[in-house]
């Protein structure tokens, strides 16, 4: 349990920390784990109480996991498309305050898990209620909201079109052959990428709508298709654009609330974007694909000793030829947009931009990929000449090379330290805070990949128990405190934990099992489990391990 801080602790003031100085602590929790009624965390109130938690706590970091659109799977890291919202974290309530939904509208729930998503069921019940609000806003928008709207689409157009066009037409796709089974359209389908695609991916992609299944004109985006489709799905368009003006209308609002309370939000970027998105059948020249539409190469890692056969991501690659020619003009306005989302970045698995797994396309496994240089410091340099210092955090975990670490540290870019890592290799493992060589470090107990830490402990070898209760003069009957009370008290600048960790939840908690498909980004939590004692709890090490002091006492 949290330790309990007293009055004098309470009141005790602290010495400001420098600017270039500042030791700083926050909480882990995706959005799509909040409290609420719809079968999914949303921006609405819970949100909003969460935030006030952290406040509570004398925390100023909330760090979310991307927050896009997404795809089959239903992992924040494979979306539809890197610029755009996740519509299911609309909330319902905001809707009903805005007029674009009624009571009756949402009157008929279902009966949803509170602790668990059933992403199947909220997709259905949130599309159903989404397109009564979109009706409702067609039909009674008053002109200021009339023009909020068109300010929005014509602002983010780069993007929106692309995105909106792409989802219309995949929600086409998946309609019209619904009640079809192996036409005619099907088996020329099948027969052009039957020799690198399996059987099911062969299903998958044709009725679950990806784009390169779609007719060719279109696929290859044809001008006279575009526009003849553009026409044809108008109302389908205007829908997805409505949905992401209202996810930003909400994130934007939040993130101000935030903001004025002094907590900052740390987002994420993943390197790559999903093979099936409208990032790549918009600007195919970016990615490594050849004149048929099929990837040349896929991302991966290759095998160690984690995993025999390596990792198949399967994520497209980046002809990074094609981004240097336009003096990466796409990564700009993706870190731009992303900045307009969170205060501070996280960019996963960075090691890829200093060389990268590729994997030939139809492999089974990862075991026949090579490595290839990725952009390298040019890439940031670029970005800082064209937005000046971005706040970045360099995930850096795994096996490094001498090159990574030079690129991450010639940044400047803090990395990153998982504690639930520290205790497997004896007194010289680098994730021990004592062998920390650096304050420009963010330190976790454990992330969305992990286990929880509680039962990271109880699955622990004997030696990592044995070496944990040694190391924090613990009996480890309290392993998930004990872990956070060891990142405050580290000299990481940095120190975060998972919102599970604070609550010292169990395994069913977890929130990702990499390389497992099924029953991940599920865990929630219910109202009553955010106890005022945890946030004593963090407010006392917060002010024992001097975190966050310089900015709220």
Not at 1 to 24: G, I, V
Not at 113 to 130: A, M, N, Q, R
Request: net charge negative; proline share 4%.
């Amino acid at each position: 349990m949290p330790p309990k801080a007293t009055e004098s602790q309470k009141t005790s003031k602290l010495k400001k920390a420098t600017k270039h100085d500042k030791r700083r602590s926050g909480i882990l929790l995706h959005p799509t784990s909040l409290p609420g009624q719809y079968g999914i965390g949303d921006l609405g109130k819970a949100a909003y109480e969460f935030v006030d938690f952290l406040v509570a706590a004398k925390q100023t970091l909330w760090q979310v996991l991307p927050l896009g659109h997404t795809s089959f799977g239903d992992s924040p890291y494979q979306t539809f498309c890197a610029f755009a919202g996740n519509p299911l974290l609309i909330s319902p309530d905001a809707l009903l305050e805005e007029g674009w939904l009624n009571k009756e509208d949402i009157a008929n729930l279902p009966d949803f898990d509170p602790k668990l998503v059933s992403y199947g069921e909220v997709i259905d019940y949130k599309t159903g209620i989404f397109k009564k609000a979109f009706s409702t806003f067609k039909s009674s928008a008053s002109k200021i909201n009339i023009k909020e709207f068109s300010e929005f689409c014509k602002k983010h157009a780069s993007w929106l079109d692309s995105y909106s066009l792409f989802m219309a037409l995949k929600n086409h796709y998946i309609s019209e052959r619904k009640e079809t089974f192996e036409t005619e359209e099907y088996h020329i389908f099948k027969k052009s990428c039957e020799n690198l695609y399996t059987q099911k991916e062969i299903d998958d992609s044709y009725y679950g709508g990806s784009w390169h299944s779609w007719d060719t004109d279109i696929m290859n985006r044809n001008p006279s298709a575009i526009n003849k489709w553009k026409k044809k799905l108008k109302d389908d368009i205007e829908f997805y654009s409505f949905l992401q003006y209202e996810f930003y209308r909400e994130w934007n609002k939040l993130k101000k609330y935030a903001n004025s309370l002094k907590v900052e939000i740390i987002g994420d970027i993943p390197i790559f974007v999903a093979m099936d998105s409208a990032d790549v059948w918009a600007s195919r020249d970016l990615f490594m694909f050849d004149k048929n539409g099929h990837p040349k190469a896929v991302a991966g890692v290759p095998p160690d000793y984690f995993s025999e056969k390596g990792q198949l991501w399967g994520n497209p690659l980046y002809e990074w030829s094609e981004h240097k020619s336009t003096n990466f003009e796409w990564w700009i306005r993706r870190v731009k947009h992303t900045l307009s989302q969170f205060d501070i970045i996280r960019i996963d698995h960075f090691r890829g931009f200093d060389e990268y797994w590729a994997v030939p396309f139809g492999e089974e496994t990862a075991i026949k990929g090579k490595w290839l240089q990725g952009p390298g410091k040019k890439l940031f340099d670029t970005i800082k000449k064209e937005l000046g210092d971005v706040d970045i955090i360099a995930e850096d975990l795994g096996i490094l090379t001498d090159s990574v670490e030079s690129l991450r540290d010639d940044l400047k870019f803090p990395g990153m330290k998982v504690l639930q890592f520290a205790f497997s290799e004896g007194i010289g493992n680098l994730y021990l805070p004592h062998n920390f060589v650096d304050t420009n470090t963010v330190v976790y107990t454990g992330t969305h990949d992990n286990d929880t830490s509680a039962s990271w402990y109880d699955n622990a070898s004997d030696y990592e128990k044995d070496y944990f209760r040694k190391y924090l003069n613990a009996d480890g009957s309290d392993a998930a405190w004990n872990l956070i009370r060891l990142a405050m008290s580290s000299t990481a600048n940095y120190a975060i934990f998972p919102l599970q960790d604070v609550m010292s939840l169990k395994g069913e908690a977890r929130m990702n099992t990499p390389g497992v498909r099924d029953n991940n980004w599920q865990f929630r939590f219910t109202n009553d489990m955010l106890k005022k004692e945890y946030a004593d709890g963090l407010e006392y090490l917060s002010k024992v391990f001097e975190r966050n002091c310089d900015l709220r006492v």
